[in-house]
T-cell receptor
Protein backbone atom coordinates (compact mmCIF):
# COMPACT_ATOMS: atom_id res chain seq x y z
CA UNK A 1 0.00 0.00 0.00
CA UNK A 2 1.58 3.26 -1.21
CA UNK A 3 -0.51 5.43 1.10
CA UNK A 4 -2.35 7.07 -1.81
CA UNK A 5 -5.88 5.70 -2.02
CA UNK A 6 -7.96 5.83 -5.16
CA UNK A 7 -11.57 4.80 -5.50
CA UNK A 8 -13.20 3.14 -7.25
CA UNK A 9 -10.69 0.71 -8.73
CA UNK A 10 -12.88 -0.05 -11.71
CA UNK A 11 -15.69 1.88 -13.33
CA UNK A 12 -17.80 0.98 -16.33
CA UNK A 13 -20.17 3.59 -17.67
CA UNK A 14 -21.95 4.61 -20.84
CA UNK A 15 -21.10 7.38 -23.25
CA UNK A 16 -22.51 10.75 -22.27
CA UNK A 17 -22.45 9.97 -18.58
CA UNK A 18 -20.56 11.70 -15.78
CA UNK A 19 -18.30 10.05 -13.20
CA UNK A 20 -16.26 11.14 -10.21
CA UNK A 21 -12.92 9.63 -9.27
CA UNK A 22 -11.61 10.07 -5.78
CA UNK A 23 -8.10 10.30 -4.41
CA UNK A 24 -6.86 10.49 -0.84
CA UNK A 25 -3.23 11.57 -0.73
CA UNK A 26 -0.58 10.17 1.55
CA UNK A 27 -0.74 11.61 5.03
CA UNK A 28 1.03 14.96 5.13
CA UNK A 29 1.19 15.41 1.36
CA UNK A 30 -0.23 18.72 0.19
CA UNK A 31 -0.01 18.28 -3.59
CA UNK A 32 -2.22 16.03 -5.66
CA UNK A 33 -1.60 15.31 -9.33
CA UNK A 34 -3.95 13.59 -11.74
CA UNK A 35 -2.69 11.60 -14.72
CA UNK A 36 -4.42 9.75 -17.53
CA UNK A 37 -2.81 6.67 -19.04
CA UNK A 38 -4.04 5.31 -22.34
CA UNK A 39 -2.41 3.10 -24.94
CA UNK A 40 -2.21 5.80 -27.58
CA UNK A 41 -1.42 8.86 -25.43
CA UNK A 42 0.78 7.34 -22.77
CA UNK A 43 0.91 8.98 -19.33
CA UNK A 44 -0.54 12.47 -19.60
CA UNK A 45 -0.52 15.00 -16.79
CA UNK A 46 -3.99 16.45 -16.30
CA UNK A 47 -4.00 18.80 -13.33
CA UNK A 48 -2.32 19.56 -10.00
CA UNK A 49 -3.71 20.92 -6.76
CA UNK A 50 -1.68 22.21 -3.85
CA UNK A 51 -3.34 22.67 -0.48
CA UNK A 52 -6.73 23.25 -2.03
CA UNK A 53 -5.65 25.54 -4.85
CA UNK A 54 -5.17 24.68 -8.50
CA UNK A 55 -1.42 24.84 -9.18
CA UNK A 56 -0.93 23.64 -12.75
CA UNK A 57 -2.89 22.38 -15.71
CA UNK A 58 -1.77 19.92 -18.29
CA UNK A 59 -3.69 18.29 -21.10
CA UNK A 60 -7.04 18.36 -19.35
CA UNK A 61 -10.16 18.52 -21.47
CA UNK A 62 -12.83 21.11 -20.76
CA UNK A 63 -15.22 18.25 -19.99
CA UNK A 64 -12.98 17.30 -17.08
CA UNK A 65 -12.64 19.19 -13.83
CA UNK A 66 -11.09 18.60 -10.44
CA UNK A 67 -10.98 20.00 -6.97
CA UNK A 68 -9.15 19.47 -3.71
CA UNK A 69 -11.06 19.66 -0.48
CA UNK A 70 -10.00 21.04 2.93
CA UNK A 71 -9.12 17.53 4.11
CA UNK A 72 -6.81 17.38 1.04
CA UNK A 73 -8.62 14.60 -0.76
CA UNK A 74 -9.23 15.32 -4.42
CA UNK A 75 -11.91 14.45 -6.92
CA UNK A 76 -11.66 14.31 -10.69
CA UNK A 77 -14.95 14.80 -12.49
CA UNK A 78 -15.32 13.52 -16.02
CA UNK A 79 -18.46 14.47 -17.91
CA UNK A 80 -20.04 13.85 -21.33
CA UNK A 81 -17.91 10.76 -21.50
CA UNK A 82 -16.69 9.45 -24.81
CA UNK A 83 -15.25 6.09 -25.76
CA UNK A 84 -11.82 7.68 -25.99
CA UNK A 85 -11.92 8.60 -22.32
CA UNK A 86 -11.46 4.95 -21.43
CA UNK A 87 -8.13 4.84 -19.63
CA UNK A 88 -6.35 4.32 -16.34
CA UNK A 89 -6.50 7.42 -14.19
CA UNK A 90 -3.77 7.81 -11.61
CA UNK A 91 -3.48 10.14 -8.71
CA UNK A 92 -0.12 10.98 -7.19
CA UNK A 93 0.76 13.02 -4.15
CA UNK A 94 3.81 14.80 -2.83
CA UNK A 95 4.67 16.98 0.11
CA UNK A 96 6.11 19.74 -2.03
CA UNK A 97 8.79 22.09 -0.83
CA UNK A 98 12.19 20.44 -0.51
CA UNK A 99 10.77 16.94 -0.56
CA UNK A 100 11.19 15.24 -3.90
CA UNK A 101 9.05 12.13 -3.63
CA UNK A 102 5.95 11.45 -5.68
CA UNK A 103 3.76 8.55 -4.65
CA UNK A 104 1.21 7.06 -7.01
CA UNK A 105 -2.07 5.41 -6.18
CA UNK A 106 -3.20 2.15 -7.71
CA UNK A 107 -5.38 3.90 -10.26
CA UNK A 108 -8.97 3.82 -11.43
CA UNK A 109 -9.66 1.93 -14.63
CA UNK A 110 -12.47 3.67 -16.49
CA UNK A 111 -14.23 1.89 -19.30
CA UNK A 112 -16.73 3.85 -21.37
CA UNK A 113 -19.08 1.69 -23.43
CA UNK B 1 6.57 22.38 -22.89
CA UNK B 2 8.96 19.76 -21.61
CA UNK B 3 9.24 16.94 -24.13
CA UNK B 4 10.59 13.55 -23.15
CA UNK B 5 11.84 10.93 -25.56
CA UNK B 6 12.67 7.41 -24.52
CA UNK B 7 14.30 4.79 -26.63
CA UNK B 8 13.88 2.10 -27.39
CA UNK B 9 10.12 1.88 -26.86
CA UNK B 10 10.21 -1.91 -27.01
CA UNK B 11 13.04 -4.12 -25.93
CA UNK B 12 13.24 -7.87 -25.96
CA UNK B 13 16.39 -9.23 -24.42
CA UNK B 14 17.73 -12.53 -23.27
CA UNK B 15 18.41 -13.32 -19.68
CA UNK B 16 21.96 -12.55 -18.71
CA UNK B 17 22.43 -9.79 -21.25
CA UNK B 18 23.10 -6.10 -20.65
CA UNK B 19 21.26 -3.20 -22.18
CA UNK B 20 20.70 0.54 -21.78
CA UNK B 21 17.51 2.57 -22.04
CA UNK B 22 17.91 6.21 -22.99
CA UNK B 23 15.86 9.20 -21.92
CA UNK B 24 16.30 12.57 -23.61
CA UNK B 25 14.40 15.65 -22.56
CA UNK B 26 13.99 19.03 -24.16
CA UNK B 27 14.46 21.69 -21.49
CA UNK B 28 16.41 22.21 -18.32
CA UNK B 29 15.12 20.07 -15.50
CA UNK B 30 15.97 20.12 -11.85
CA UNK B 31 15.71 16.37 -11.36
CA UNK B 32 14.73 13.15 -13.06
CA UNK B 33 12.78 10.11 -11.93
CA UNK B 34 12.64 6.54 -13.12
CA UNK B 35 9.55 4.44 -12.52
CA UNK B 36 8.62 0.86 -13.18
CA UNK B 37 5.11 -0.29 -14.10
CA UNK B 38 3.85 -3.85 -14.30
CA UNK B 39 0.83 -4.45 -16.57
CA UNK B 40 -2.32 -2.93 -15.12
CA UNK B 41 -0.50 -1.84 -11.99
CA UNK B 42 0.62 1.42 -10.47
CA UNK B 43 3.95 3.15 -10.89
CA UNK B 44 6.75 2.13 -8.59
CA UNK B 45 9.54 4.59 -7.94
CA UNK B 46 12.98 3.26 -8.84
CA UNK B 47 15.36 6.20 -8.76
CA UNK B 48 15.45 9.92 -8.16
CA UNK B 49 18.41 11.71 -9.73
CA UNK B 50 18.91 15.15 -8.31
CA UNK B 51 22.03 16.56 -9.88
CA UNK B 52 24.33 16.44 -12.86
CA UNK B 53 26.47 13.34 -12.79
CA UNK B 54 24.21 11.57 -10.31
CA UNK B 55 24.41 7.80 -10.46
CA UNK B 56 22.25 5.41 -8.49
CA UNK B 57 22.20 1.64 -8.43
CA UNK B 58 19.74 -0.88 -7.11
CA UNK B 59 20.36 -4.51 -7.88
CA UNK B 60 20.72 -5.02 -11.62
CA UNK B 61 19.58 -1.50 -12.47
CA UNK B 62 21.75 1.60 -12.59
CA UNK B 63 20.56 5.07 -13.52
CA UNK B 64 22.60 8.13 -14.40
CA UNK B 65 21.91 11.74 -15.23
CA UNK B 66 23.72 14.22 -17.47
CA UNK B 67 21.86 17.50 -17.15
CA UNK B 68 24.08 19.28 -19.67
CA UNK B 69 23.23 16.74 -22.35
CA UNK B 70 19.66 16.46 -21.01
CA UNK B 71 20.11 12.74 -20.97
CA UNK B 72 19.46 9.99 -18.48
CA UNK B 73 20.22 6.32 -18.89
CA UNK B 74 18.92 3.21 -17.21
CA UNK B 75 21.39 0.38 -17.53
CA UNK B 76 20.33 -3.22 -17.03
CA UNK B 77 23.00 -5.70 -16.06
CA UNK B 78 22.57 -9.45 -16.50
CA UNK B 79 18.83 -9.21 -17.05
CA UNK B 80 16.45 -11.63 -15.36
CA UNK B 81 12.81 -12.36 -16.16
CA UNK B 82 11.58 -10.44 -13.10
CA UNK B 83 12.78 -7.22 -14.72
CA UNK B 84 10.13 -7.55 -17.45
CA UNK B 85 8.00 -4.41 -17.10
CA UNK B 86 7.56 -0.96 -18.57
CA UNK B 87 10.08 1.65 -17.49
CA UNK B 88 9.33 5.35 -17.54
CA UNK B 89 11.60 8.32 -17.14
CA UNK B 90 10.15 11.60 -15.92
CA UNK B 91 12.07 14.84 -15.64
CA UNK B 92 10.71 17.53 -13.37
CA UNK B 93 11.33 21.24 -13.27
CA UNK B 94 11.60 21.01 -9.53
CA UNK B 95 9.92 20.10 -6.30
CA UNK B 96 6.22 20.69 -6.48
CA UNK B 97 6.06 20.54 -10.26
CA UNK B 98 4.28 17.80 -12.15
CA UNK B 99 6.26 14.99 -13.69
CA UNK B 100 6.45 14.78 -17.48
CA UNK B 101 6.64 11.19 -18.59
CA UNK B 102 8.21 9.60 -21.60
CA UNK B 103 6.23 7.01 -23.55
CA UNK B 104 7.92 4.26 -21.63
CA UNK B 105 10.14 1.35 -22.60
CA UNK B 106 8.43 -2.00 -22.58
CA UNK B 107 11.02 -4.56 -21.57
CA UNK B 108 10.62 -8.29 -22.04
CA UNK B 109 13.33 -10.57 -20.72
CA UNK B 110 13.25 -14.04 -22.21
CA UNK B 111 15.09 -17.23 -21.23
Amino acid sequence: DSGVTQTPKHLITATGQRVTLRCSPRSGDLSVYWYQQSLDQGLQFLIQYYNGEERAKGNILERFSAQQFPDLHSELNLSSLELGDSALYFCASSVGGLNYGYTFGSGTRLTVV
Amino acid sequence: ELKVEQNPLFLSMQEGKNYTIYCNYSTTSDRLYWYRQDPGKSLESLFVLLSNGAVKQEGRLMASLDTKARLSTLHITAAVHDLSATYFCAPSRGSGYALNFGKGTSLLVTP
